[in-house]
């Protein structure tokens, strides 16, 4: 047999008693009743279900609805592209992860990546000849969108800027 503190004169009282030998109130000892295992099958199916509930509308959020990315939630297709009247060149330039590559490369040359909406791009480019001329370029979905070109031997074109806001 438990004891347990009556909810009306607060002395102890058998978890079976139906009055209070004390106080004679009835029901001294509130029950504690389980959940029973459907009910908490049911609570987890509720959470469940609005969570993933919550995590639809997020989507509807990001996307502008379903299936329809929104400039925010979307990537940009960027390319870098180094061209000009040389053969050789220089690049430096900030990659898909953010860090800085560099690397020897034959002109014409193209990098191209996804990149989400506030990214640093940048492009530097320096002619490897003492001949010609050398253009840097970033483009955004196909879009020119920074520039740069220098003539002459051994000069650098440097293109850069934050994407799509």
Same mark, same amino acid.
């Given at each position: 047999m438990a004891l347990a503190t009556c909810r009306e004169c607060g002395k102890e009282v058998s978890t079976e008693a139906k009055t209070?030998?004390?106080?004679?109130?009835?029901?001294?000892v509130p029950s504690t009743s389980k959940a029973s295992p459907v009910a908490l099958?049911?609570?987890?199916?509720?959470?469940?279900?609005?969570v993933g509930y919550c995590s639809?509308?997020?989507?509807? @959020? #990001?996307?502008? &609805?379903p299936g329809v990315p929104s400039s925010a939630a979307r990537g940009y297709a960027i390319e870098y592209s180094v061209s000009g009247l040389t053969t050789e060149a220089s690049v430096?330039?900030?990659?898909?992860q953010g860090g800085t590559?560099?690397?020897?490369?034959?002109?014409?040359?193209?990098?191209?990546?996804t990149a989400s909406s506030g990214k640093f791009l940048y492009l530097s480019a320096q002619n490897g000849?003492?001949?010609?001329?050398?253009?840097?370029? @970033? #483009?955004?979905? &196909?879009?020119?969108f920074k520039k740069s070109q220098s003539e002459g031997g051994y000069v650098?074109?440097?293109?850069?800027?934050?994407?799509?806001?």
């Open positions: 209070c030998p004390h106080c004679g109130v009835t029901n001294p099958i049911g609570c987890a199916v509720l959470i469940v279900g609005v639809y509308l997020g989507e509807e @959020i #990001r996307t502008n &609805g430096t330039y900030e990659n898909e590559q560099q690397e020897k490369v034959v002109v014409p040359w193209h990098k191209s990546f000849r003492d001949f010609g001329g050398i253009v840097a370029t @970033i #483009r955004v979905d &196909g879009q020119d650098i074109a440097t293109a850069s800027g934050t994407c799509c806001r």
